[in-house]
């Protein structure tokens, strides 16, 4: 059985904070595929970035960033310098390598960027 | 191409009515995903299939529902005989291989039973 828990529920900053959105997953597998999607007020999901378990290799794309420890099974997501624009929920997710590429989803953050 | 289209973006329904959704994944996609999501939740996986074949579907998804895919293009949802604990909205994902590009969503179909 797989497993992702974002425990914050919801998050409130003031625009241009740093803020990071966690995320735990369970997963029995040692091959897997973590996701961050993005699901802004208009509802559409849009793919952030995807990363392999055996890839721990942090990633920056812009202001937003990524640091994956395997060792306390997170993959967590910072976003620097905040815009209004950031506002949305965001959702992790975990794919195993068998299967038949179900992905499970978090619960998904609301992050609310006040202006 | 523009993405992967649903319709209805919104039906609203009485409670024991019949109700089609109809999604149309990118088109070199030959994956396609349906998937619910209510308030509150993240996305939950309904089924899927790999051209025009249902390989996988969920304990969630009761024999009210069904889905296909004819012709590995499009795909339909039909969900007979509604219920209120049917209202979410349903969205649908395509993708060539996810476990490298990640899904492509739709908007959703937002279904109200009232």
């Known amino acids: 059985a797989q497993k992702v828990t974002q425990a914050q529920t919801e998050i409130s900053v003031v625009e241009k904070e740093d803020v990071t959105l966690d995320c735990v997953y369970e997963t029995r597998d040692t091959t897997y595929y973590l996701f961050w999607y993005k699901q802004p007020p208009s509802g559409e999901l849009v793919f952030l970035i995807r990363r392999n378990s055996f890839d721990e290799q942090n990633e920056i794309s812009g202001r937003y960033s990524w640091n994956f420890q395997k060792s306390t099974s997170s993959f967590n997501f910072t976003i620097t310098a905040s815009q209004v624009v950031d506002s949305a929920v965001y959702f992790c997710a975990l794919r195993n390598s068998g299967g038949y590429q179900k992905v499970t989803f978090g619960t998904g953050t609301k992050l609310q960027v006040i202006p | 191409d523009t993405g992967v289209s649903q319709n209805p973006r919104h039906k609203i329904t009485k409670r024991g009515q019949n109700v089609t959704f109809r999604c149309d994944p990118i088109?070199?996609?030959?994956?396609l995903y349906w998937y619910r999501q209510t308030l509150g939740q993240g996305p939950e996986f309904l089924t899927y299939f790999q051209n025009e074949a249902q390989l996988e579907k969920s304990r969630l998804l009761s024999d009210r529902f069904s889905a296909e895919r004819p012709k590995g293009s499009f795909s339909t949802l039909e969900i007979q005989r509604t219920e209120q604990g049917d209202s979410a909205m349903y969205l649908c994902?395509?993708?060539?291989?996810?476990?490298?590009?990640?899904?492509?969503f739709g908007s959703g179909t937002r279904l109200t039973v009232v």
């Open positions: 994902a395509s993708s060539l291989d996810v476990g490298l590009y990640g899904y492509t």
């Open positions: 088109s070199e996609h030959n994956r």
